[in-house]
Structure formats: C-alpha cells, structure tokens
C-alpha cells in the first residue's frame, strides 16, 4: 500500500511539475503582460487539458511538454540555484553544457508520466511576494480518491516575461532535492563526473534519482 501511494504520488507531481510550463500560444510580448498567478492558472488548465486529450498518444504529449518545458522554465537559473556555491567550479563552456544536460534530464525525468494522469485538477489556494522579486504561487493538486498535493511554484521576472525557477511539493523544494545530489557527486568527483553522468543518463533516457 505504502509503495502504490509513493508510485501515484510520483506520478501526480510528474504531471503538475510540468503544468507551469505549458506555454500560451502567444508571442512573448504578449506573455510579459501575465503576472505570475496567471502564468500558473492558465497554463496548469492548458497542461490538464493536454494530459487529458485521449487523442493524443504518449509521446506526442511528451514531445509537446518538452517544447514547451524548455520555454516557461528559467533553466540557467535553475541551475545555478541546483548547484549554489559550485556553479563558480565549472567553466563557462561546462556550465552551458550542464544547463543543457540537466534541462534534458529533467524533460526526461517528468515526460515518463504522462500516462497516469487520472482527472486531477489543480486550484490556486494563495500567491505572495518574495524577498527579492521572486513570486509564489500556491497551488493544491485536487486528486480522486486520495489526498490533496500542496504544490507551490516559485517563479522569477526576467525580461518582463515570469518564468518558473522551482517547485516545491508537500515542502520538498525542487532545486534543494536535486542540490543534494548533486553537491555529494562535485565534492567527490568534480564537475566534469557530473555532467558526465547526466550526459550518459539522457543517452539512455534514463533519470537521474530525485
């Protein structure tokens, strides 16, 4: 029992990981008038309409998310926020390199999921202003059957457009999941060991544990 509400809860934050990056089909000019509880309302109804189009086969759903994945997600950011203090190790040709790596991974990680979406919905519960200028809009995933999922998206203005920099489910931030990781591997290892290992994991299109 324990092991089927690990799998499904998985499976609910694959889906809705994604949902702030379902782009609008506007040009960007049009998208920097969005505030960021907007971003996140109405690209989370575009992403659940998406995940509940039966016309859709699995990979075209996956191939649709990872475009638009790549668009809405601020990945140099994210990646500067996954690696703090080691980023400044790796030289700029690595550090490009790893963006690159890291956004496939993740596209790899959370496409695998598509095809457990089970008519959930998600609903704005609240959004506040950080320290700095980052947003965050507070979200609960409403699933059939089974418990409400917190989800909270922390979003960042660059450019006059709002893109996503991390996710935070039941308290569990994103960035500081995958900093654990990571961390450990460039202490031990370097940053080359690093990149190396997301490089061979996204040519077996496998994810990196998160």
């Known amino acids: 029992?324990?092991?089927?509400?690990?799998?499904?809860?998985?499976?609910?934050?694959?889906?809705?990981?994604?949902?702030?990056?379902?782009a609008l089909s506007g040009p960007t000019t049009a998208r920097a008038a969005e505030g960021p509880r907007d971003v996140v309302q109405q690209t989370t109804d575009a992403v659940l309409a998406?995940?509940?189009?039966?016309?859709?086969?699995?990979?075209?759903?996956?191939?649709?998310i990872q475009d638009i994945v790549y668009d809405r997600f601020d990945f140099r950011t994210l990646s500067r926020l996954v690696l703090a203090r080691n980023w400044r190790r790796l030289s700029h040709e690595q550090q490009n390199e790893f963006v690159q790596e890291f956004k496939q991974n993740l596209s790899t990680t959370?496409?695998?999921?598509?095809?457990?979406?089970n008519n959930e919905r998600?609903?704005?519960?609240?959004?506040?202003?950080?320290?700095?200028?980052?947003?965050?809009?507070?979200?609960?995933?409403?699933?059939?059957?089974?418990?409400?999922?917190?989800?909270?998206?922390?979003?960042?203005?660059?450019?006059?457009?709002w893109k996503v920099i991390d996710v935070i489910i039941e308290g569990v931030s994103l960035v500081a999941?995958?900093?654990?990781?990571?961390?450990?591997?460039?202490?031990?290892?370097?940053?080359?060991?690093?990149?190396?290992?997301?490089?061979?994991?996204?040519?077996k299109g496998e994810p990196m544990k998160s």
């Open 1 to 22: 029992m324990q092991r089927n509400h690990r799998t499904r809860t998985k499976a609910v934050i694959a889906a809705l990981l994604l949902a702030p990056v379902l």
């Open 50 to 64: 998406v995940l509940a189009n039966k016309s859709l086969t699995a990979d075209q759903k996956r191939t649709k």
């Open 110 to 117: 959370y496409g695998r999921n598509v095809e457990t979406y």
């Open 122 to 161: 998600a609903e704005i519960t609240g959004d506040r202003k950080e320290p700095g200028g980052d947003w965050t809009v507070k979200t609960k995933i409403i699933r059939p059957n089974a418990a409400d999922i917190l989800v909270d998206y922390r979003l960042r203005q660059e450019d006059g457009v």
């Open 177 to 203: 999941n995958y900093r654990s990781q990571f961390q450990e591997i460039v202490s031990n290892e370097g940053p080359a060991k690093l990149i190396q290992m997301l490089r061979e994991k996204n040519a």
